[in-house]
């Protein structure tokens, strides 16, 4: 599968080996996409302005957002990004060590696009995009 896209994936976790490891695991999967991270949650909507003025389209981010962080948790996070008019339709894509129900359902009720256990594998990536079909077919270009 060749995947070839102008999607930015911009990776919000506190932990930087939980970063390194997953821009390692997108990219020996396949997902060649742009990666920026961002270790302090209440600094992602300012992240977010810096990528517009460098001439990235707020249609072609996408957040990678981690649920369990100290200062301002993923849920926190979520909520002033769907507060925010400008940021409020980016797709963000919750991940969390945590399988538990109650916290899938509580990141689905405040807007996330999408949930993942980690570690993930690209499949797994994949699927969580299904309610995101422009993003997933800008993702994701099959090869002939």
Avoid: W
Wanted: proline share 4%.
């Amino acid at each position: 599968m060749a995947i070839s896209s102008e999607i930015t994936l911009v990776m919000v976790d506190d932990n930087a080996d939980e970063i390194y490891l997953t821009r390692r695991q997108v990219r020996r999967d396949g997902i060649v996409n742009n990666f920026v991270s961002e270790k302090k949650p209440e600094q992602l909507l300012q992240t977010l302005i810096h990528l517009g003025k460098t001439g990235v389209a707020k249609s072609n981010i996408m957040v990678l957002l981690d649920i369990k962080m100290p200062r301002s948790d993923g849920f926190e996070t979520l909520k002033k990004i769907r507060a925010d008019r400008e940021f409020k339709d980016v797709p963000v894509i919750m991940l969390s060590a945590s399988d538990d129900a109650a916290d899938m359902f509580e990141a689905f009720d405040l807007g996330a696009s999408g949930y993942i256990v980690k570690p993930f594998k690209a499949d797994e990536f994949f699927a969580a995009l299904t309610n995101l079909p422009q993003i997933k077919y800008q993702l994701i270009n099959q090869a002939p």
